[in-house]
């Protein structure tokens, strides 16, 4: 997500996962609760690109070329509902309607656009996020998922080197008593996720999901400590489950399933060793690992 967008996790602890040691995860946990979480800024963000030099190179003799950057605008985003408090949302920094972009995307210098051409996405995990962008003129637009209005401010003028305040209010759209957000197949570091954990949990309170379930390729992780960590137990569910990934029978999602840590893979279940390689055998076991109530 560095070069694509940013992301409201915690800067400067690492990255969460799976397959960290145990105090390299304790530590990721615990920043959040000591840092600034809308200060960070990854790497060279928001730089941009410089314009190029023409220079002579005559043999037997040294040239030292300076070559500037300007720094990157600081777009401070805050998202709010209509009472005021923050919500985790997705916002995009987008070129003007009618406005291509001026200088395209150059794959020779590692640049790449989002999803969607946005110059910048950014998923607010806490509702505020300080975004590094070029500096240039934007329509800075942020959304949260089907249950609000998106909001919208057009022509919004970034200056290298300096700050520009822009606060969006998200106005519920329908109301769903009774009903759940609910994503039941999502992947993460684990195997075919391109995203951390903590991207995959900002970007589902972003997307005002109210339950997620981890579904990586026959391996249990359970996010729950990370969630709680971020400051999103009060928005997001965390549910583990497992893609159990057969050769022959298929590929099939089952939670809620109990992390074993100790385990192999987090306890997921082994169907390369059942006894009797059937289909019915495999079901039994998916049963009897989620229960009657799984599923």
């Not at 070069?3 to 400067?12: A, F, L, N, P």
């Not at 960290?20 to 600034?36: I, K, N, S």
């Amino acid at each position: 997500a560095g070069r694509r967008g940013q992301c409201g996790r915690q800067g400067g602890a690492g990255q969460a996962g799976a397959q960290a040691r145990a105090d390299q995860h304790a530590t990721v946990l615990a920043a959040y609760g000591t840092a600034d979480p809308t200060a960070e800024a990854p790497l060279a963000d928001g730089y941009g690109r410089g314009d190029p030099v023409d220079v002579a190179l005559v043999e037997g003799t040294d040239l030292v070329q300076d070559l500037v950057l300007s720094p990157p605008a600081r777009l401070v985003v805050r998202v709010r509902d209509e009472g005021g408090d923050p919500l985790p949302a997705v916002v995009h920094v987008r070129f003007p309607a009618g406005v291509s972009d001026p200088r395209p995307a150059d794959g020779r210098l590692g640049e790449r656009r989002p999803y969607g051409g946005a110059r910048k996405t950014a998923w607010l995990r806490t509702g505020e996020l300080v975004v590094p962008v070029p500096a240039g003129t934007y329509d800075v637009e942020a959304h949260r998922g089907f249950r609000h209005d998106a909001a919208r401010v057009d022509g919004v003028e970034l200056t290298a080197g300096e700050d520009t305040d822009v606060e969006l209010t998200l106005p519920a759209a329908v109301e769903t008593p009774g009903w759940l957000a609910f994503d039941p197949h999502l992947h993460g570091p684990a195997n075919d996720g391109r995203v951390s954990m903590e991207e995959r949990v900002v970007g589902s309170a972003a997307h005002d999901l109210d339950v997620q379930v981890s579904t990586d390729h026959d391996q249990a992780i359970d996010y729950g400590p990370l969630v709680d960590a971020m400051g999103l137990d009060d928005r997001l569910l965390p549910l583990a489950g497992v893609e159990v990934s057969t050769v022959l029978r298929g590929h099939f999602c089952i939670f809620p399933i109990d992390v074993d840590p100790e385990a192999p893979n987090g306890g997921a279940p082994t169907w390369w060793l059942l006894e009797e390689p059937s289909t019915p055998a495999l079901f039994d076991d998916m049963r009897s690992r989620v229960g009657e109530d799984g599923v």
